[in-house]
């Protein structure tokens, strides 16, 4: 019984994104020790659950993984610009001679293929440094996952906001057919929906807060997608595809990613506050509550 | 393959800042000098008589505009009072090798302007297919300014024809509007229904960025014919407020450019 008492809450803690949890409690959320985690948690209900508890010591590892090209990019936990008592993440990409240039952090464990899923992440445009890019410059997107050596095909994110000049733009692409290059129809990157919307200018040295709420789907005439953008909705869309069929699903990702760079600055930098999940029931104003900008 | 082409040739060259040279046709640029010019140019739509009126407006200036009025009735239901470029109506999907249409549209709010939370429509393009909403339209909410796009990918008939309910919905706040000021539009548009084709490019108030591109994304319904209105449509309670737009005329064109749909509007010297 003393057992199950003490594993009841870690339990919990893992079902409730299942139920609709408010706030997902296990994926995401801050950091306390930016290192990796000599004793890494396993994908399994049990480790996972340590992540709900508020007195475990999360380790960077334990939360988020990086993508980084090569020496083009760098990811730091720092104070935060606005707020010096609490922290963030920052990215750097210096300007590569060819190729790309990448530094993001994505939260471990969460990909969503269909169904509904709620988002909250912050961004922040340095002021002494953010020279506006003649270069698509990503500052947070919900991937979809491909692996190239399963044969799949490499396809743009779903969801997106781009820095470009002086301002930002919300991405969005979908495809209803195949992901596997070897079926005979299959989808292709230039073949797919794609939409741009201009929706902001760029303010530097304040934050931007976006909270996403998505009923993901590949089915053409379901799914559903509303985007707020420091409190305002920027997009809705109901009855509209906004995917693809991909496995394990969509994953988000925040920092900068630059895939073509001769229009990029030499160096750049963003600051991001932590990623948050949410789940069927959760509402806006949790979410919002969780970002940088809050409720 | 011949479409992409001709949309990748549309994207670099407009990247590239080309002089004006694409072939237009039915494009009408000109002055709208008299009525009889205006009335050999645009139909009027009217819910109520005397709805729309042509000539100079004090608040606008010389040039010569559209004054349309729009006016509850005696029961609840819809108003319109909008105008259209007579003969036109493209259909969606057409052959691959058509170019996209364009069209402007170009409004001013007057200072009598009521701010009220009911939505009314200021421009639309009307795809005329029975208990469809307009696949293009923007929307005007209290002080704010919306883009909504519907369509569906199914047919008209067979076991899952398109319906209104079942057709996609999209919407995008525009800009806070403001009395006493023009706003402009550019629009290109391939009409599809068909999943992964149709393309739609907006410009806003002569600025070079576009507001809003999509490609390969199905913007309209199957056996849609598609009529740009310019002015007012909503569904109207008997007590609610009547209220005036002034609009310029909607112009059309085929596989022009920006610059020129904008050089013909009130906003020509906006900034870039």
């Known amino acids: ?295 | 393959m011949k479409q992409q082409y001709r949309v990748s040739l549309l994207l670099a060259a407009s990247a590239l800042c080309l002089p004006a040279q694409a072939a237009v046709s039915n494009a009408n640029y000109g002055p709208v000098n008299t009525l009889a010019d205006f009335n050999s140019k645009f139909s009027s739509r009217v819910s109520a008589p005397g709805s729309v009126r042509f000539g100079p407006n004090t608040e606008t200036g010389v040039r010569n505009v559209a004054t349309v009025v729009l006016k509850p009735g005696t029961v609840a239901g819809p108003a319109f009072a909008d105008i259209a470029p007579i003969n036109e109506a493209v259909p969606a999907n057409r052959p691959v090798d058509a170019v996209p249409r364009w069209y402007t549209f170009s409004f001013f709010l007057p200072a009598d302007w009521p701010v009220t939370a009911d939505p009314v429509t200021l421009a639309h393009i009307d795809a005329h297919v029975p208990g469809q909403a307009a696949p293009w339209a923007l929307v005007a909410t209290g002080t704010k300014l919306e883009l909504k796009i519907s369509a569906n990918h199914r047919a008209a008939g067979g076991d899952d024809p398109a319906s209104a309910d079942n057709s996609l919905t999209r919407s995008y706040p525009v800009d806070t509007l403001i009395k006493g000021k023009w706003y402009c539009f550019a629009v290109a548009a391939d009409w599809r229904s068909e999943l992964r084709k149709g393309l739609t490019r907006i410009w806003y108030n002569n600025q070079n960025e576009a507001l809003y591109e999509a490609f390969n994304t199905y913007n309209t319904y199957a056996g849609a014919r598609h009529v740009p209105r310019l002015g007012l449509s909503a569904s109207l309670t008997p007590g609610a407020a009547a209220r005036t737009l002034i609009v310029d005329f909607p112009r059309v064109a085929d596989g022009d450019w920006p610059q020129n749909m904008f050089n013909a509007s009130p906003c020509k010297d906006y900034p870039k």
């Open chain 1, 1 to 295: 019984m003393h057992t199950k008492h003490r594993f009841l809450p870690l339990l919990l803690a893992v079902l409730a994104p299942l139920a609709g949890a408010q706030v997902v409690t296990n994926m995401g959320g801050h950091i306390d020790i930016d290192a990796d985690n000599p004793k890494p948690i396993q994908y399994t209900s049990t480790a996972l659950g340590l992540l709900g508890d508020p007195q475990y010591k999360r380790y960077f590892s334990d939360v988020y993984a990086k993508s980084i090209e090569g020496s083009s990019g760098t990811i730091e936990w720092v104070s935060d610009p606005i707020d010096r008592k609490s922290m963030a993440f920052r990215a750097t990409v210096v300007k590569p001679a060819t190729g790309y240039a990448r530094a993001e952090v994505s939260p471990k464990w969460e990909y969503t293929k269909t169904g509904k899923r709620w988002y909250a992440l912050s961004v922040l445009f340095p002021a002494d440094t953010w020279e506006a890019p003649t270069a698509d410059m990503i500052v947070w997107q919900l991937h979809t996952s491909q692996n190239a050596l399963k044969g799949e095909v490499t396809l743009s994110p779903p969801l997106d906001v781009v820095a470009k000049g002086r301002y930002l733009f919300l991405g969005m692409h979908a495809n209803e057919l195949s992901n596997k290059l070897a079926d005979d129809v299959h989808a292709t990157k230039d073949g797919s929906s794609k939409q741009y919307f201009r929706i902001a200018a760029i303010e530097t040295g304040k934050w931007h807060c976006f909270v996403v709420a998505a009923d993901w789907s590949y089915t053409p005439g379901s799914g559903a997608m509303k985007v707020w953008m420091d409190g305002k909705v920027v997009y809705q869309a109901d009855k509209a595809f906004n995917s693809y069929i991909s496995v394990p699903g969509n994953y988000l990702k925040t920092g900068l990613y630059v895939p073509g760079v001769s229009g990029m600055n030499a160096q750049q930098s963003l600051y991001m506050g932590y990623s948050y999940f949410g789940g069927e029931n959760s509402t806006y104003a949790e979410m919002a509550a969780q970002t940088k900008c809050g409720a």
